[in-house]
Nanobody, 115 residues
Framework: QVQLVESGGGLVQPGGSLRLSCAASGSLFRFYAMGWYRQAPGKQRDLVARISGTGTTNYADSVKGRFTISRDNAKNTVYLQMNSLNPEDTATYYC?????????WGQGTQVTVSS
């Protein structure tokens, strides 16, 4: 069982930046592909960014060039640096770990972009 704990969400003005963190428990972190998803009220949960255990990344078109996903396997942590935020980025952001036949979710952290 892997526990994921997100942090770093909050209220930010349009054009601002936030950095989300997701700390994972356990000793097999490096074997999991890690992802950030987001869900706005009344909408489905969508992939924002994903990083493999070896560092290969992919992004949703809507965040390319603005968001950067990274991981520190020594710290069991994945990050999402979010720049040039706009109101359409407002959502609950969830951390995901997928691998070894398992799929785990964090509890989510709220990001609100508003003036």
């Amino acid at each position: 069982q892997v526990q994921l704990v997100e942090s770093g969400g909050g209220l930010v003005q349009p054009g601002g930046s936030l950095r989300l963190s997701c700390a994972a428990s356990g000793s097999l972190f490096r074997f999991y592909a890690m992802g950030w998803y987001r869900q706005a009220p009344g909408k489905q949960r969508d992939l924002v960014a994903r990083i493999s255990g070896t560092g290969t990344t992919n992004y949703a078109d809507s965040v390319k060039g603005r968001f950067t996903i990274s991981r520190d396997n020594a710290k069991n942590t994945v990050y999402l640096q979010m720049n040039s935020l706009n109101p359409e980025d407002t959502a609950t952001y969830y951390c995901n770990a997928n691998g070894l036949g398992h799929n785990y979710w964090g509890q989510g952290t709220q990001v609100t972009v508003s003036s």
